[in-house]
């Protein structure tokens, strides 16, 4: 059973940074590509960033230049730095899992980040 935890969302100002974290409870946390999804209420799910058990990054055009994806398969966890945040960055963030060899995917609950003055 394959759980995500997300931390790390919040209330943040124009021009601010968070930081988002994910740990897995996942045997061999390099058979996973990970990734981060967001979704604002009556839109479709987006991807945001997703990084490879290569580290291979790949970044939605809203996200490249200020948001920052990274992993750490020691520890298990996943993490997107977020900076020079936007209002339209407001959204359900959410931590994806892909499973390298069935292409299953696994979801974290989601944390809510608004941007705010």
């Known amino acids: 059973q394959v759980q995500l935890v997300e931390s790390g969302g919040g209330l943040v100002q124009p021009g601010g940074s968070l930081r988002l974290s994910c740990a897995a409870s996942?045997?061999?946390?390099?058979?996973?590509?990970m990734a981060w999804y967001r979704q604002v209420p009556g839109q479709q799910r987006e991807l945001v960033a997703s990084i490879t058990n290569t580290a291979i990054t790949n970044y939605a055009d809203s996200a490249k230049g200020r948001f920052t994806i990274s992993r750490d398969n020691a520890k298990k966890t996943a993490s997107l730095q977020m900076n020079s945040l936007k209002p339209e960055d407001t959204a359900v963030y959410y931590c994806?899992?892909?499973?390298?060899?069935?292409?299953?995917?696994?979801w974290g609950q989601g944390t809510q980040v608004t941007v705010s003055s």
């Open positions: 996942v045997t061999i946390f390099s058979q996973y590509t």
């Open positions: 994806n899992a892909k499973f390298i060899f069935t292409r299953r995917d696994y």
